[in-house]
């Protein structure tokens, strides 16, 4: 179980990500899939970090698959961490 990413909002577009937080987070919910033998959901969420991660700028993203991905995680942590 890795360490959940912070969230980088972008400043100017609140409802947007920066692009090198959801690279982080893609990248992040591709190791918990494989962990979970869901390859393709990880296969997926790989291509797209590593996708985010090779942009040579800055700027933001706005993915509402992403964002419910991070609500979920987020507070599946959430509830594991208060049980213990």
């Known amino acids: 179980m890795g360490k959940l ?3 980088e ?3 100017i ?3 947007g990500i920066t692009i090198e937080c959801a690279a982080k987070w893609h990248l992040f919910l591709a190791e918990e899939y ?3 033998d869901e390859s393709d959901k990880a296969k997926a969420h790989r291509q797209r ?3 985010l991660n090779a942009m ?3 700027g933001s993203v706005s993915d509402a698959e ?3 991905e991070i609500a979920i ?3 599946k942590r959430g509830k594991s961490n208060e049980s213990k």
Do not use: C, H, I, Y
Request: glycine residues 4%; aromatic residues 4%.
């Open 73 to 75: 995680w987020t507070a």
């Open 34 to 36: 494989e962990m979970l």
């Open 49 to 51: 970090g590593e996708s």
């Open 56 to 58: 040579p700028m800055k």
């Open 5 to 7: 990413p912070p969230v």
């Open 13 to 15: 577009m609140p409802n």
């Open 66 to 68: 992403l964002e419910t």
């Open 9 to 11: 909002r972008d400043p």
